[in-house]
T-cell receptor, first 109, second 118 residues
Framework: DTEVTQTPKHLVMGMTNKKSLKCEQHMGHRAMYWYKQKAKKPPELMFVYSYEKLSINESVPSRFSPECPNSSLLNLHLHALQPEDSALYLC????????FGPGTRLTVL | AQKITQTQPGMFVQEKEAVTLDCTYDTSDPSYGLFWYKQPSSGEMIFLIYQGSYDQQNATEGRYSLNFQKARKSANLVISASQLGDSAMYFCAMREVFNAGNNRKLIWGLGTSLAVNP
């Protein structure tokens, strides 16, 4: 089973809203990732968690706040986003190969 | 520095024919891993195939095979017997050499958009 799930599938939010993206995997992977992807571009890495600890932050603005409550769950808290933050947000997990979830399409109005 | 190059922004193939998507890479490390992912319009990034630098044989997974030419630093994806459902964006990626907390990043190519014609 190589399934990574993400909710919600679509999200529309205003610039003053607070929302969260959720990601879950039950493959026993110890690394989890958040990516941002604009249309027709490769994914851009945002954060990496290793053994539930943040190991990589790719200089992401503080309006994005990751959280790893346990080894299976990864959240991305969103606050005061800008319209340019509209994108597809992908979660992945890995032991070696990265497996991705279906993504959340975020629109910021 | 490590780099992945995909020179074909878009490709067309007739259904049931084979197609090759190009990927060249640059690294000075003798140990590396190469990946191909498929991304349909739905958005999900689907892992297709992996080739390790020390693997003796070219990787194959069903209709997907990797034409790995180490001396040329190329890792082309071959899709045999194309199907309409193969229409998607295809990304080649290389695992970063530097090991940051044992979770090496992926270096991505710009992708190739494949359209399968009926």
């Amino acid at each position: 089973d190589t399934e990574v799930t993400q909710t919600p599938k679509h999200l529309v939010m205003g610039m003053t809203n607070k929302k969260s993206l959720k990601c879950e995997q039950h493959m026993g992977h110890r690394a989890m990732y958040w990516y941002k992807q604009k249309a027709k571009k490769p994914p851009e890495l945002m954060f990496v968690y290793s053994y539930e600890k943040l190991s990589i932050n790719e200089s992401v603005p503080s309006r994005f706040s990751p959280e790893c409550p346990n080894s299976s769950l990864l959240n991305l808290h969103l606050h005061a986003l800008q319209p340019e933050d509209s994108a597809l947000y992908l979660c992945a997990s890995s032991q070696d190969t990265q497996y991705f979830g279906p993504g959340t399409r975020l629109t910021v109005l | 520095a490590q780099k992945i190059t995909q020179t074909q922004p878009g490709m067309f193939v007739q259904e049931k024919e084979a197609v090759t998507l190009d990927c060249t890479y640059d690294t000075s490390d003798p140990s590396y891993g190469l990946f191909w992912y498929k991304q349909p319009s739905s958005g999900e990034m689907i892992f297709l195939i992996y080739q390790g630098s020390y693997d003796q044989q070219n990787a194959t997974e069903g209709r997907y095979s990797l034409n790995f030419q180490k001396a040329r630093k190329s890792a082309n994806l071959v899709i045999s017997a194309s199907q309409l459902g193969d229409s998607a964006m295809y990304f080649c990626a290389m695992r970063e050499v530097f090991n940051a907390g044992n979770n090496r990043k992926l270096i991505w190519g710009l992708g190739t958009s494949l359209a399968v014609n009926p």
